[in-house]
């Protein structure tokens, strides 16, 4: 049998952290031939996931550039992607979730009729512009795919009411199979301000993250807010909150939170520091899709500051509560895990609905068995 040649195509460190276990499991198959081609719509960050996982990379397009736009990421990549997918004539193009890379991958792989398989697919909110601009890319990234991997039988219904019913694989979410690989009992963090921060804490954690387009602004300010009213409230309770680099995250959070003594702002940290974190957490509070995901398998709590989310099935399961960003319902929402250890057991202990860590090895027997057809 011929080698199916398969092009993973990713750019940012998200994409990342769920597709290395996938290409990592695709070396131990003689019948597939991987390439593994990096857009850099992010680069440290993402390079720093690349290394954890000791993946090889084959082409890597460089279109991260000062003040890039959604405008400038589409046409570098659909420009610079062209020339590779001539050259390799992959037999399949696999891109992964809701980025801009992905569905500009996708669309270029369609412009030279070349297959597309769509990791985690199926995720919905039905609000184009919540989360933006990632509801519009999930969404046109499945309409070109030929191959659709849904994390959870929820994301299979919704590509069902989108008459997209063949080559649907049900598979679990491959963030779950990259824990194996990140989390530690013995874990030394690398980064040096948060093992110091570690090394000396002693109450109930509170990781933070909070960085979308759609809650820069008052969201954010409100958010801020309620962390503060948090910590002045609970002696015992610390905040340790990864900034994102965009000036318009970082300006207002060290205005609102810099001189708080026990939130702790420090810079962005890579997967393996940011997983065992979180599994060293009390509870998360979050903007970020991932943490959603990952924080379950941990038992750690999940308040979500959005409004809405594609990732029903983790409210429906209880692993994830929907706080929003307003800062009395953030503030209300955290003091009764904080205070209410029945109602936190019960989120702790719920069965997290994004799989048993087997993702990658279902998506390449359906890959197989979609070749072999």
Do not use: W
Not at 237 to 243: C, D, L, N, T
Not at 344 to 366: F, L
């Amino acid at each position: 049998m011929k080698k199916i040649k398969i092009m993973s195509v990713f750019g940012t460190r998200p994409e990342a952290i769920k597709m290395c276990p996938l290409i990592k499991k695709m070396r131990e198959y003689e019948e597939i031939e991987s390439i593994v081609c990096l857009t850099g719509q992010h680069r440290e960050m993402l390079q720093q996931v690349i290394d954890i996982f000791q993946i090889q990379v084959d082409y890597n397009l460089q279109i991260m550039k000062m003040s890039q736009t959604l405008h400038s990421i589409t046409t570098d990549i659909l420009t610079l992607i062209r020339p590779v997918l001539e050259k390799e004539k992959p037999d399949l193009v696999l891109v992964h979730g809701d980025t801009t890379t992905s569905f500009v991958a996708a669309l270029a792989a369609f412009y030279q009729q070349i297959p597309v398989g769509h990791v985690e697919a199926g995720l919905r909110t039905y609000d184009k512009y919540a989360p933006y601009p990632e509801e519009m890319n999930r969404t046109l990234t499945g309409r070109i795919a030929d191959l659709h991997f849904a994390p959870t039988e929820n994301n299979r219904a919704c590509l069902e009411k989108e008459n997209i019913r063949d080559h649907v694989f049900v598979t679990g979410n491959t963030v779950i199979d990259a824990l194996q690989t990140t989390i530690s009992p013995d874990y030394q963090y690398k980064d040096a301000a948060l093992a110091a921060i570690m090394e000396e804490r002693k109450g109930r954690l509170l990781l933070v993250t909070a960085h979308r387009r759609e809650n820069l602004g008052k969201p954010l300010q409100d958010i801020c807010g309620a962390l503060r009213e948090i910590v002045s409230e609970y002696p015992d309770v610390e905040v340790i909150y990864p900034v994102h680099l965009n000036p318009l995250v970082r300006e207002p959070v060290h205005e609102l939170l810099g001189q708080e003594e026990r939130v702790h702002l420090i810079d962005p940290i890579d997967v393996e520091d940011m997983h065992n974190l979180m599994d060293r957490s009390y509870l998360v509070l979050t903007d970020s899709g991932g943490l959603q995901e990952e924080a379950p398998s941990c038992g750690v709590p999940v308040l979500v500051l959005r409004d809405k989310t594609e990732r029903q099935e983790a409210v429906d399961a209880g692993t994830v509560v929907m706080a929003g960003t307003k800062k009395d319902d953030i503030v209300r929402l955290t003091r009764a895990l904080l205070d209410d250890q029945e109602q936190y057991q019960r989120m702790s202990r719920a069965v997290n609905p994004y799989g048993d860590g087997r993702a990658s090895e279902r998506i390449i027997q359906a890959i197989l068995q979609y070749f072999e057809g």
